[in-house]
């Protein structure tokens, strides 16, 4: 790594870590709550606005339904975290879903639900930054008129503070998602208390508006698939309950009991914000629509395209604490900033999930080591440029990337608790202790009941939103699933052809001779090392190999050979069409031909440089030759290094920046007091 490299490397993700230092880097609940519950604990910033939007079809008087489409929303969050609580306690090495499913329902039901992750992680980046860029546009113009060159900006920050490590980024992301949490818990708090206590009346800015229906007076079935797509809207307030499963070796130990906490602290919490929200956009009379800019009306007219719709919980604030009090503009700030840091949750579970998947060779291996930080970089940045790549086809509209939300995550839920359920039935068959059974017993109740209602709501959100976007987020999966499986076939299929065998095979028996040929152009320092390192091989027989392009140059190679009374045999083919690459391949061949079992030793000095525009100007014709050279089978290939003074030069280079240490680096100790020398009176 060179020092141009290496100082912006460590500015920006500090020193590098040793391996024995992972145990530094394990969160306490405190910090492991933002890190990966920060996804549904933000989603109560947008997920509310999404139900309120599609009831908005039917017009205002849909509006009363939001309260039973919350209890719903709630009592799925219940049934999930409590299934949940069941996973971490039986699989706490962090496989999650994947590794519950892979284990309980067989391979192809663990590579859907690893599939669905993946594409999930991916939309919750996607959908998070999106959603932040739209609240903070309504601050700041600049962000609006630039989302997308925004979004990716605020993607690649993100991915720098994820590089640094977890424990790192969790601090933090802390301090902004508690003070979400705070304003969140004050702003309903003093609200009830206006409402109820000092009876005020509060009135949210779009409290005057009416709203055009779409269409009007639905009842039957429509109103029934009405509710229900908005009810599977709600249910993004659910993403990334499932990234604790899967993050519980990041916790300090005991790592189920506090990933359980955890799960149950995260679950209260983001419940009674929801619904506390909802309540409140009830009460002050909030209006939402699908298309503002024709369907809002004020005074009798469309509010027009000019019209910003600003997100239920900015207008839920301005209402409770008043437009531009100081707590309205803490928890917009906090709102914001939150969104932003709820790709966190992703930023923990993709790279992590992504490791387990490389281990078993379902995705490639570099996927698995962890980078300088003890974190899996490699995944990081995968995740970074695949949610960058959605943003800019989607231009960093949330409602448009929601639409291929849920889908994912619903597909785990429901195979996972499945999974659980046939986890439990395995192990009553054989426990005999009545206490443990009761708890088995118990906990396959909850399993059993998740895995009915998440598969539910999973039917609910296919058919709802199919048409809408999901069927993208279907067509990811089968993506993912498609890849993996075909990286697994090639993973298993180079494991079966390089395997030892137990019985002696062609591989290790000696071959019957060794014939080694030294490539010649000319007579120079570099081949007459070629020809002293090949006559110490000690080789059967050895020659050198020319190819007559130029026959001038090749009759003074000649007449030099004899003069020099070099005593190795010079062998010169003929190329007509001045070809060298095809001529040595085939004399090659064709000693293979004679003696298969007589092993070719390809011997080819070659020049080493010291910058890279030299590479450019030597070794062009090795390189095409050895690439071809590695394609024929039993043939060897050396390269033997001729140093130029250009290398001499950077190897120089190279020594002084070992001896380097880039800014911060390493981590010195503290500086040692030296002692007072005796004063002499």
Known sequence: MSK????????????????????????????????????????????PGE?????????????????????????????????????????????????????????????????????????????????????????????????????CAVIVLLTLMNLRGVKESGKLFAIPTYVFVAGVFIMIAWGAFRGIVLDDSMRAPTSDFHIKAEHQGLAGFALVFLLLRAFSSGCAALTGVEAISNGVPAFRKPKSKNAASTLALMGALAVTMFCGIIALAMVTKVRMAEHPATDLIHNG?????????????????????????????????????????????????????????????????????????????????????????????????????????????FVSFTLSQTGMVRHWNRHLRTEKNADKRRHMIRSRAINAFGAF???LVLVVVLVTKFTHGAWVALLGMCIFY????????????????IAAPDTPSDDSVRPSRVHSI??????????????????????????ALSVNVDPAETKALREEWERRGIDVPLKVLDSPYREITRPIIEYVKSLRRESPRDAVSVIIPEYVVGHWYE????????????????????????SVPYQLESSEAAKKRARRRSEWNAPGAVRRGPVEKRPKEPSHK
């Open 51 to 151: 139900v309120l939007l599609v009831l908005s079809i039917a017009g205002v008087s849909a509006y009363h339904f939001s309260p039973w489409i919350a209890v719903a929303v709630v009592v799925l969050m219940f049934t999930v975290v409590a299934s949940y609580r069941q996973n971490v306690h039986a699989y706490p090495s962090g496989g999650g879903d994947y590794e519950v499913a892979n284990t309980n329902l067989g391979p192809k039901a663990g590579l859907t639900v690893a599939s669905a992750l993946l594409v999930d992680y991916v939309l919750t980046v996607a959908v998070s930054i999106a959603s932040g860029i739209e609240n903070l546009g309504s601050a700041v113009p600049f962000v609006v008129e630039h989302k997308v060159l925004c979004a």
């Open 4 to 47: 141009l490299t290496d100082v912006p490397k460590r500015i920006l993700i500090g020193r590098a870590l040793r391996s024995d230092r992972l145990g530094e880097t394990l969160l306490p609940k405190r910090i492991a709550l933002p890190v990966f519950a920060s996804d549904p604990l933000s989603s109560v910033a947008y997920a």
């Open 482 to 497: 498609a890849t993996m499986t075909a990286i697994r076939k090639h993973y298993d299929r180079v494991a079966e052809e």
């Open 615 to 638: 590479h450019l100007l030597h070794n062009q014709s090795a390189l095409r030759l050895k690439g071809r050279l590695l394609f024929t089978p039993g043939i060897m290939v050396t």
């Open 301 to 409: 007219i469309a509010v027009g395209s000019g019209y910003v719709q600003n997100p239920v919980i900015s207008q839920v604030a301005e209402a409770v604490f008043g437009k531009g009090s100081f707590l309205f503009i803490i928890l917009a700030a906090a709102t914001a900033l939150v969104l932003f840091l709820a790709a966190n949750t992703a930023y923990n579970g993709f790279p992590l999930l992504g490791s387990i998947l490389a281990q078993d060779r379902y995705l490639p291996r570099q996927l698995h080591t962890r980078g300088d930080r003890l974190a899996f970089s490699n995944g990081i940045v995968l995740l970074a440029g695949a949610a960058m790549l959605l943003v800019v086809i989607y231009g960093a509209d949330s409602t448009r990337l929601i639409q291929l939300y849920i889908v994912g995550v």
């Open 453 to 455: 209602f998440t598969g």
């Open 518 to 543: 030294v490539l010649v152009s000319k007579i120079h320092r570099p081949t007459l090392r070629a020809l002293a390192y090949a006559r110490l091989m000690r080789s059967d027989t050895l020659e």
